[in-house]
């Protein structure tokens, strides 16, 4: 079983809308999530980090971790063209944060 | 300075050549990282320095040897490679050992051709 799985997609959806992404880690010792984002040829990028079960918004993106569940979810408001992006969902677990799993990346295409 | 720069961009290399990776951060981070990522595949993590010691090394073959001078520096020897190394090596660097708070910070990375 892989410690992080994402839907590889692509994701495609019109621009203003929303785009749902989600993640399933597999050990509950999981400790702090993070999503990527990276567009092809290039590093990923830092989006939003999330440690608490709930909601955590920063502009058009809200991530939400729910642990009980072992999801956590990346929600981008009013997509736009620029948001076509590979996303990359990483966990990192207590005892060892130095070390990040990272799923195989949901690639999302918004349509103009 | 929020940045963490890798050269050289792109390296050519054949298989009985010598040749290194660089890397630099000026953010004060102590924790910097060495990841291998292959096309359309998620980063594959090699090595992690804490605080300029190597604390993990995912079973990557000597053929790659890290070394990191100091807490700024990172570089990566490359030596005897094969083709299937070809790849982009990302280095990256977090705030703390411990990482809770501020995920990784990616160079823009290496892309290697080894012909």
């Known amino acids: 079983q892989k410690e992080v799985e994402q839907n590889s997609g692509p994701l495609s959806v019109p621009e203003g809308a929303i785009a749902s992404l989600n993640c399933t880690y597999s050990d509950r010792v999981s400790q702090s999530f993070f999503w990527y984002r990276q567009y092809s040829g290039k590093s990923p990028e830092l989006i939003m980090s999330i440690y608490s079960n709930g909601d955590k918004e920063d502009g058009r993106f809200t991530a939400q971790l729910n642990k009980a569940s072992q999801y956590v979810s990346l929600l981008i408001r009013d997509s736009q063209p620029s948001d076509s992006a590979t996303y990359l969902c990483a966990v990192n677990k207590k005892g060892n944060f130095n070390k990040f799993y990272f799923g195989s990346g949901t690639k999302l295409n918004v349509k103009p | 300075d929020t940045e963490v720069t890798q050269t050289p961009k792109h390296l050519v290399m054949g298989m009985t050549n010598k040749k290194s990776l660089k890397c630099e951060q000026h953010?004060?981070?102590?924790?910097m990282y060495w990841y291998k990522q292959k096309a359309k595949k998620p980063p594959e993590l090699m090595f992690v320095?804490?605080?300029?010691?190597?604390?993990i090394n995912e079973s990557v073959p000597s053929r790659f040897s890290p070394e990191c001078p100091n807490s700024s520096l990172l570089n990566l020897h490359l030596h005897a490679l094969q083709p299937e190394d070809s790849a982009l090596y990302l280095c990256?660097?977090?705030?703390?050992?411990?990482?809770?708070?501020?995920?990784?910070?990616f160079g823009s990375g290496t892309r290697l051709t080894v012909v």
């Open positions: 953010m004060g981070h102590r924790a």
């Open positions: 320095y804490s605080y300029e010691k190597l604390s």
């Open positions: 990256a660097s977090s705030q703390e050992v411990t990482a809770t708070g501020d995920g990784y910070t």
